[in-house]
């Protein structure tokens, strides 16, 4: 069994445990029946889990089924094309993720428009990456990473999960702010990324802290900085890429949207219960701090994300061709 699904197990039977809301809460008229969560991506990834999580939460405080429907392709576009063209009457929610955002800019023809398509309900957490670079790199700060890569133009290759995944545009974020340019080689996913950086075919990695903790803890790959903000409570003693970089900022962020025009006191309940701080700790064991927003803080999020990450995939050159 996977390290994942022994966690998500673990945060499940937790969620279930939880004690159930008033029978006047439960007596409203929302939802009267099944609620579907469409998630974009293949099951057991960290979106995948706190989709789960938050359909097993809902189910147990609203009286009736969440049930997740993984509808992975099309780089997302499949799943979030599906939950757009959903009514919008609440039975239908979309767990999205920051690669939506990406996507908005990377992909030049998409059949809808993820900004207007889609109303912010609520967003779980904002997640670091790491970047990591194996241990053969000379440099164990950022400053000496940068000073390392400039006086060897061309050397340092870069891997991601693939072309336009969180991980490649944290990456080309840093190499806008910094100066440098990497050479990147897009894997099938972390998974695959991780084995080449671990074994020193690629030099340097912007990669999930769940999908990485375990191999930085072992020593095969060496923490340069968070792309968060603040520091993270998994790797305290990591500095934010930011403190070297003013401004710079990246995380892989997860929430739940739903078709545009749903009412207006259906995504009100569903924030509600999703900022409940009893599952907002769930999701903090998954590797982020919860974030407490309004469907329009949310929104403001979403927005920003397509603006920052449009400019970085000017300056990457990258197509989803």
Request: charged residues 15%; glycine residues 10%; aromatic residues 6%.
């Amino acid at each position: 069994m996977t390290t994942s699904r022994r966690r998500f197990l673990h945060l499940t039977a937790a969620a279930v445990a939880l004690p159930a809301l008033p029978h006047g809460a439960q007596a409203q008229a929302y939802p009267a029946r099944p609620v579907r969560i469409i998630v974009a991506v293949s099951a057991g990834g960290t979106t995948d889990i706190l989709a789960r999580l938050a359909g097993q939460w809902l189910t147990n405080r609203l009286g009736q089924p969440f049930v997740i429907e993984n509808r992975p392709g099309g780089g997302t576009n499949i799943g979030t094309e599906m939950a757009a063209r959903a009514p919008a009457d609440g039975y239908t929610l979309f767990m999205a993720n920051t690669a939506n955002t990406i996507a908005a800019s990377l992909y030049k023809n998409l059949p809808f428009n993820f900004a207007t398509d889609l109303a912010p309900v609520s967003i779980s957490a904002h997640t670091p990456l790491v970047m990591q670079v194996h241990p053969s790199v000379p440099a164990r700060t950022i400053p000496e990473f940068i000073a390392y890569a400039k006086a060897n133009p061309g050397k340092v290759n870069m891997a991601s999960g693939g072309k336009g995944a969180t991980g490649h545009v944290s990456g080309e974020l840093f190499q806008m702010m910094a100066g440098l340019k990497f050479q990147h080689v897009p894997y099938r996913g972390e998974a695959m990324a991780m084995t080449d950086l671990i074994g020193g075919q690629v030099q340097i990695g912007f990669i999930t802290i769940g999908s990485s903790i375990q191999a930085i803890r072992a020593g095969h790959l060496r923490p340069l900085g968070v792309t968060t903000r603040t520091r993270s409570h998994v790797l305290p003693e990591v500095p934010p890429i930011g403190d070297v970089l003013p401004g710079y900022e990246a995380s892989s962020w997860s929430g739940l949207l739903a078709p545009k025009n749903t009412p207006a006191d259906v995504i009100g309940l569903l924030n509600l219960a999703a900022a409940d701080p009893t599952i907002k700790a769930r999701f903090t064991e998954l590797g982020g701090p919860p974030v407490v927003a309004t469907p329009a803080d949310f929104g403001k999020i979403i927005a920003d994300d397509i603006a920052k990450w449009a400019k970085v995939i000017q300056f990457s050159g990258a197509t989803a061709d």
